[in-house]
C-alpha cells in the first residue's frame, strides 16, 4: 500500500465519503446508493438496482472490484484478476455473500452500477483534479479521462483503460464547442463544491482527485473521491500544460513525486 510523504489530509473510505457528500444539498443527488455489504444490504441493493458494483472500501487502480448482474435464473459476478476479466454464476446472493466473505466484509462496500455513457462503444469516467496552495483558495487544475477497454467493468488505466484529454473526448463524442463548454463549467463547478463540502470535515486537505461520470442519459455522476494520493502522471505525455500546473501547486504542500 502507498504511504503519503508530503502534507495533504485524507479522508480514508469510500463509504464515508459518499455518505459526506449525501448529507450535502448541493451534491446528494450525484451520489450513487452506496451501503456497507452485509447479505441483507446485498439483497436489499440487488431488488432496488438493476447491477451493482463491490469492491474494496480502501483501495484503488481497479484492484478487487467485482459487478454483480442478474442473469438466467440467478447471478453473474464479473471482476478482474492478473488484469484479466472472470466470471462467475451463483444461482442465489448468499452464495456470491459466502464467495465474497474472506475479503473481509468491513472492507467492502456495495453500490449502484451506473450505466455509463460511451464513446467509440466504450465507457468512460472523467477525473477532476482540485488543489489548493496552503492558504489559499481550492482550483480547478485538470481533466483526465479514463476510457475503458471494451467489455471491462472498469475504466482504469492499469486495467487495460487509456488515458485521453478532454479535447479528445469532446471531440470523439462529436461535442459543438458551446455543449463541450457547458460541460466542462458543470464539472469544474461541481468539483469545487466536492472538495469545499469534504474539505470543511478533515483540516489540512490540498488535493483531490473526483472521478465524475456520464450516464446513458447524461446525468451526472459522482464515482468516488481519491485524496490520499490522486494519479495524474498520463497527462505528462499527452497535456503537458495541465500536468505541470497541477505539478506547480503539488510542490506547494510538499509533493514531489506525480
Not at 474494496?56 to 435464473?73: A, F, M, R, T
Not at 472472470?86 to 446472493?93: A, D, E, M, T
Not at 482550483?139 to 479528445?168: D, P
Request: hydrophobic share 35%; with cysteine.
Amino acid at each position: 500500500m502507498y504511504t503519503k510523504t508530503y502534507r495533504s489530509a485524507t479522508i480514508r473510505g469510500k463509504l464515508r465519503v459518499c455518505r459526506l457528500l449525501q448529507k450535502n444539498a448541493s451534491t446528494k443527488s450525484l451520489i450513487p446508493s452506496t451501503t456497507s455489504f452485509t447479505l441483507s444490504n446485498l439483497k436489499m441493493m440487488a431488488a432496488a438496482h438493476h447491477a451493482l458494483y463491490i469492491k474494496p472500501n480502501i483501495g484503488s487502480l481497479g484492484v478487487g472490484v467485482h459487478k454483480l448482474e442478474p442473469k438466467n435464473d440467478g447471478y453473474e459476478l464479473l471482476y478482474t484478476k492478473s488484469k484479466k476479466q472472470l466470471s462467475k454464476f451463483s444461482p442465489n446472493l448468499t452464495d456470491i455473500y459466502g464467495d465474497l466473505l474472506p475479503a473481509t466484509p468491513s472492507r467492502l462496500i456495495i453500490q449502484q452500477a451506473i450505466s455509463l455513457d460511451q464513446v467509440e462503444n466504450r465507457p468512460y469516467d472523467i477525473r477532476a483534479m482540485v488543489q489548493r496552495k496552503p492558504g489559499g483558495l481550492w482550483t480547478f487544475t485538470g481533466f483526465l479521462i479514463k476510457v475503458g477497454a471494451k467489455g471491462k467493468i472498469v475504466t482504469n488505466y492499469h486495467q487495460g483503460g487509456e488515458i485521453w484529454t478532454m479535447q479528445k473526448l469532446l471531440k470523439r463524442k462529436g461535442y459543438e464547442d458551446a455543449k463541450g463548454a457547458e460541460l466542462i463549467s458543470r464539472l469544474t463547478r461541481h468539483s469545487l463544491t466536492v472538495a469545499r463540502a469534504l474539505s470543511k470535515h478533515k483540516a489540512g486537505m490540498f488535493e483531490m482527485g473526483i472521478d465524475f461520470a456520464l450516464d446513458r442519459n447524461l446525468h451526472l455522476w459522482i464515482l468516488e473521491v481519491n485524496s490520499n494520493h490522486p494519479q495524474f502522471r498520463p497527462l505528462k505525455w499527452i497535456d503537458r500544460r495541465a500536468y505541470n500546473r497541477i505539478m506547480r501547486f503539488a510542490r506547494s504542500y510538499g509533493r514531489k513525486d506525480d
